[in-house]
T-cell receptor, first 116, second 113 residues
Framework: GAGVSQSPSNKVTEKGKDVELRCDPI?????LYWYRQSLGQGLEFLIY????????KSGLPSDRFSAERTGGSVSTLTIQRTQQEDSAVYLC??????????????FGPGTRLTVT | GDSVTQMEGPVTLSEEAFLTINCTYT??????LFWYVQYPGEGLQLLLK?????DKGSNKGFEATYRKETTSFHLEKGSVQVSDSAVYFC????????????FGTGTRLKVLA
């Protein structure tokens, strides 16, 4: 079946503009994650959605970052008033999720964001 | 807090050489340990995992053993191929069932023909 898809694959924006990044998880996966991968850094956890529960936003670096997940499926990560330090690859992952069990995360190819 | 430390890359090897990529961790509780691989232009994908001490994860000729006494999960392969060129990430979840993964910084492997 189809994997996790993300769009756009590349985004170049000017400092101060808002951007929206989209993630389509694998059908039936109730858990969805956003990570940020900066050059020379590991994956930085941003936000986690699980079903209808309140998301874990503890990894969002500032209030310029927000994310939503509509209908338990597609998710959008929004960065307002982008800064140059926001330049990174933004990765989305999804997994099955049952209480007490950790399943493999399936990653999308990422969106490379460049803020000029 | 929990953390993962990987050896810095890039690692450059000739085809058929032996590979070791070191990974050590600090964690409270009993973590599950993972190796993910990212091939050029693709998303991360799970390579192997181990969920308890002394477990050995293996896949595609790669192996890693969960060593609680040394808090390590080193990745090994006896004979690398050019197609193994990728970035390898060590990761953990701090307690069983938790959703929050901690990733290392990644190690780039380049295999020359």
């Amino acid at each position: 079946g189809a994997g996790v898809s993300q769009s756009p694959s590349n985004k170049v924006t000017e400092k101060g503009k808002d951007v929206e990044l989209r993630c389509d998880p694998i059908s039936g996966h109730t858990a969805l994650y956003w990570y940020r991968q900066s050059l020379g850094q590991g994956l930085e956890f941003l936000i986690y959605f699980q079903g209808n529960s309140a998301p874990d936003k503890s990894g969002l670096p500032s209030d310029r970052f927000s994310a939503e997940r509509t209908g338990g499926s597609v998710s959008t990560l929004t960065i307002q008033r982008t800064q140059q330090e926001d330049s990174a690859v933004y990765l989305c992952a999804s997994s099955r999720r049952l209480a007490g069990v950790t399943y493999e995360q399936y990653f999308g190819p990422g969106t490379r964001l460049t803020v000029t | 807090g929990d953390s993962v430390t990987q050896m810095e890359g890039p690692v450059t090897l000739s085809e058929e050489a032996f590979l070791t990529i070191n990974c050590t961790y600090t964690a409270t509780g009993y973590p599950s340990l993972f190796w993910y691989v990212q091939y050029p232009g693709e998303g991360l994908q799970l390579l192997l995992k181990a969920t308890k001490a002394d477990d050995k994860g293996s896949n595609k000729g790669f192996e890693a053993t969960y060593r609680k006494e040394t808090t390590s999960f080193h990745l090994e392969k006896g004979s690398v191929q050019v197609s193994d060129s990728a970035v390898y990430f060590c990761a953990l979840t701090s307690t069983p069932g938790t959703y929050k993964y901690i990733f290392g910084t990644g190690t780039r492997l380049k295999v020359l023909a």
